[in-house]
């Protein structure tokens, strides 16, 4: 459950901040601070749900 967690908190986090990118200056430094920081929440997002549907997998197999 805890993974879940991580994952809704990220998601969440990450739609605020692509929200917050729209209202600032393309090329502002806050914005290319913003981008990396989303770019970065991205990436730990695909980390978590890989390691999901592993251990989704593993359950299945475990059940079966």
Known sequence: ??????IARLEL???QL???LQDLSRNGREATQVRSELYGMLQELAELKT???RRKELLE???A
């Open 18 to 20: 692509g929200i917050h």
């Open 61 to 63: 197999l475990e059940q």
């Open 13 to 15: 986090r990450a739609e």
């Open 1 to 6: 459950m805890d993974l879940e967690n991580r």
């Open 51 to 53: 390691e999901q549907a």
